[in-house]
């Protein structure tokens, strides 16, 4: 387990952190080497919201290279991650094979995005909780420092 005495949010199991890790890294390398190599020697071939996509993806996977150190600093980007596949999953995918509209590209994109059920079994929800849901909120202001008298 990992656990910080001066820290009050819950310990993490040592194996969650290092499938973090693990899965950080196949998100750097994996997804980085196919998105980089697309911006940088095949650009011509994307349109604008294409570019836009490969793009934003591209700083994705170079931010994951902080995931592999910091697996839990960096568990917002797997939040995202795991928000965007499952949103594209639900209203995407999910509304195509619906109305009978699934086509060879969206069920692509489908087994690009699936495993992304796996973060749900590996991510640590009560730390999750604990940090981003339960933890108060930052002070808005600055409070007031009392008057010299």
Not at 28 to 33: K, L, N, P, Q, Y
Not at 58 to 79: E, F, N, Q, V
Request: hydrophobic share 55%; glycine share 6%.
């Amino acid at each position: 387990m990992i656990s910080d005495p001066t820290h009050p949010f819950p310990p993490v199991a040592l194996w969650r952190v290092n499938a973090l890790r693990f899965l950080f890294l196949l998100m750097a390398f994996f997804m980085g080497s196919m998105l980089w190599m697309q911006l940088i020697f095949d650009f011509s071939d994307l349109s604008a919201m294409g570019g836009v996509a490969t793009s934003l993806l591209a700083a994705l996977s170079l931010l994951s290279l902080l995931g592999i150190r910091y697996p839990l600093k960096m568990l917002p980007l797997m939040l995202f991650e795991m928000t965007w596949k499952t949103v594209w999953l639900t209203c995407i995918a999910g509304r195509s094979w619906m109305a009978g509209t699934w086509s060879p590209e969206i069920e692509g994109i489908f087994y690009q995005c699936i495993g992304i059920v796996i973060v749900f079994v590996i991510m640590p929800w009560r730390y999750v909780w604990a940090t981003y849901f339960a933890s108060p909120m930052e002070p808005l202001f600055r409070p007031r420092e009392a008057p010299d008298a």
